[in-house]
C-alpha cells in the first residue's frame, strides 16, 4: 500500500513511439505520469529512433521523469537502406538482445503497450512465451495497421500476399503479419472510440478483448501560461482561427485553406494558424496559399513549443479540424479543454467527442463552403462563440481528463492481474 492507501501496481509501459517530458500533450506520457499520481510504479521501455529521427531531441538512454523510470532502446526492425519498398525487414540481434534481456529482468504485475511497432511486437512473443504476464494494447491509431499495411491475422493471408510477387505488396504483408501479434497476444486492447473498435473488429481482432477507454487532456495545461502566443509570433489581427495537425494529406489542411478566401470576404481581419511538427507536406501548402492571395492571413508554423501551442488554443477564437482519417482526434481535446469551440468533418471518432451545435459545429469532409460558413457563423456570434466554448471546456472536465482516464486504465488492470 502506498502513503495515500492506494494499492500499488508494478506497471511496464512499451512505448516505441517515446515518451519524452518536452511533449507535455503525449498521451503515454501523460497516462503514466496519471498513474504514478494514483499509485502505481511505472517503468518505461521506449524507442531511441522516434525522437532522434522526427523529433530531434536530445537522446538519454535512461532517466527519471515525474516518478516513470524511462528506459531507451535503439531500433530493432530495419528495411533495407538502399530500398525502403524491399520485401526484407533487417533485425538487429544486438539490439533485439538488449531489449530481451531488460524484459527478463522487469517483474512487472501488467505490460501496457502502446503502438504495434517493434519493441510491443517483440515484447508481445516474448511476454506470450516466458513471461506470461497481463499484456494490454493501446493501438492508438488502428490506421497505422489497416491504412497501408494491411492487418495480416494468419498465415494463410500471409502466403496470398506473397503468391503475387509483388515486392511492395510482400513488404506490407511481412508488417502487416508482425504488427498481428501484439492484437493477437494481447489479453485486453484498448480502443479510443466504439468506431475505431469496428475497424478493429472488422481485420480480424476478438471482439470480447477490446474495451474502450478514450485519450485524455490535462485541462491544467492551459492555466497560468507565462506567453503569449499573440506576442511571440507578431499576430495583430482581431481574430485567429487555429489548426494542428501533422501536415500530411489525410488531415485536410488544403479544404481549410480553400476556405480562407470566402471567409476574408466577410471578415477581412482574421489570422489563420497552422501548426504542425511534421513538415512534409507544408511547402505543398504554402504554395496553395500563394495560389489562393491569403499568405497575408496566414502562417504555417512548426517546431512550436508546448508552452507556445497552449498560448496558442487559449488565445485563437476558433480551432478547425478538418481532418479525413482519425481513430480519435487528440487536439480536438486540446482545444475544447482551452475553452474553445471547434469545427471539425463529421466522421467516426469526431462524432463520439464533438456534438454537433453543442461544443461545435460538424461539417461534411472536404467541403470548403461549409467550413468558411461555420467559421463565419462563429465568427460574427460573439455569444454562440463563447457558449460553445464552455460547452467544450464542461464536456472535457467531464469526460476527458486524464485523471478519469487513468481510473478507468488503473480499473482495467486490477481486472486482469
Known sequence: MTASGKSELKVLFISPCGLYEGMKGWPEYNLAKELVREGCEVVAFTSTSYIKRVLKYPIKHFEVINGIRVYRFPEIFHALPSNRHSPVILINWKNLALFVKALSKIDADVIHAHFPFDLTIIAS?????????????????PFIVTGKTPLIMSPGQLLSRFITLNPVAIRLALEGFLKSYPYRYATKIIAFTNYEKKILVSYGVDERKIVIIPNGVSPERFKKLRVSFRDKYSITSKHIVLNVAQYLPFKGQRYLIHAIPLVLKEIPDVSFIFIGYNPALKPQLERLAQRLNVTDNVRFLVNVSEENLASAYKECDIFVFPSLQESFGLVLLEAMAAGKPVIASD???IREIVRNGVEGFLTTPKNPHELAEKIITL?????????????????????FTWKVVAKRTLHLYKEVV
Open 125 to 141: 512473443i516474448f511476454n506470450e512465451n516466458f513471461m506470461h504476464k497481463p499484456f494490454i494494447l493501446t493501438t492508438h491509431d
Open 347 to 349: 466522421i467516426g471518432p
Open 379 to 399: 465568427l460574427t456570434d460573439d455569444e454562440l462563440r463563447l457558449k460553445m466554448g464552455m460547452n467544450a471546456k464542461k464536456r472535457v472536465e467531464e469526460n
